[in-house]
């Protein structure tokens, strides 16, 4: 069990679970056009046993039970994203079943008392625009917005909160550099070009939704904590290159207008004509900010090409994707980002959990190393909240096991078990903790 309970939260502290849609959903049902990430997958060598999520959890149909397991473990939000393309499947003509089925899904969350919390866009692109160069190409910003008017016109007087995109970084820089996500490039230029118009592409979504009316708009960003090898010039150099390229940026440019020196210095010449002129569309105003926290790096140099460091091992436990379990990074951060970005502006921890080899036996999922990294990991926020960080949600990632991505799915982060043959689901020893830490 956990040793922090509801009370030892501010009042009104939201606490919820988080999903995504191509990890859950089911991509084959309700009308659903072909999108990047199936051709990823059907690419040999991408995914583990070319795993996609065609099937996935089956949440499509099963959405209710699922819900019924938020509302019983005392969840106050559902972090939920849509598929661009369910909603549209050649990314720019309506699917009136993809409407209809996130209408469904939003009242069932409100008649269990779930607060119902949109991201756009959770990776999902579709195949017809992955054609005419996705991130890559400009008119994505008004892709995105069109997508936004699109689902918002339906659900966007019911949610409690929508953010744009998940995971500036992973959309960008793993997809398109390291090429580990769809579309699997590796290629600086198309890297720069995405790592810009994904923060256009959010900024014009922000000003098509608030022309819209709709409210409490924000943005995700994922973060990692980036620790130098050693006590080098050259480490600590690696290290706040890595910080510069993964963390600041995408901040830096949604709030500040700027992108790191560091940054431009090594990818100006690969950005798009006229970036400097976007900024006062990348910076809209929002209502909140979401982190996604799940570990840290141990940068270290090497004489490669740009950027010129590598990660290496670290000493502190790992979760099942290697991982270390390093909760100060979530607290630093917020702290951070509050104290550098943010000011006043609320913020939410949107995601944190952790993979781990869970077993059912005799009905039973033991996950005793996530009860003890939400437990590290609440703390952090508790210590952060208490020097003035104005945190007011927390999201746990994930309500259950889902197709990890390239991973396929043999990673679990849920709380809830999935038998990825029969579909069932058995809650694990972890949610059964926060059932007991969020009794009123």
Known sequence: MFTHSRSDFPQGFLFGAATSAYQIEGHRFGGAGRAMWDDFAATPGNVVRAEDGAVACDHYHRYEADLDLLKAAGFDAYRFSTSWARVMPDGRTVNPEGLDFYDRLTDAMLERGLKPCATLYHWELPSALADKGGWRNRDIAGWLADFAE????????????????????????????????????????????????????????????????????????????????DDSAAAAEAAALYDDYYNHFYVSGAFKGQYPDRIVAALGDHLPDGWQDDFPTITAPLDWAGINYYTRSIMAPNDGP??????????????????????????????????????????????????????LVNGVVQDDARIAYFNSHLQAVRDAIAKGVPLKGYMAWSLMDNYEWALGYEKRFGMVHVDFETLERTPKASWHAFKAALAR
């Open 150 to 229: 699109a689902i918002m016109g339906r659900i966007g007087d019911r949610m409690y909160s929508v953010a744009t995109i998940n995971e500036f970084w992973c959309v960008a820089f793993l997809s398109h550099f390291i090429g580990a996500h769809a579309p699997g490039l590796r290629d600086i230029r198309a890297t720069a070009r995405a790592m810009h118009h994904v923060l256009l592409a959010h900024g014009t979504a922000v000003e098509r939704m608030r022309g819209m009316g709709v409210q409490n708009i924000g943005a995700v960003f994922n973060m990692e904590w980036a620790t130098p090898a």
């Open 306 to 359: 740009w950027p010129h460091h590598h990660a290496v091992e670290g000493p502190l436990e790992k979760t099942q994707m290697g991982w270390e379990v390093y909760p100060q990074g979530l607290h630093d951060f917020l702290v951070r980002i509050a104290s550098e970005y943010t000011g006043d502006l609320p913020l939410y921890v949107t995601e944190n959990g952790m993979a781990n080899a869970d077993t």
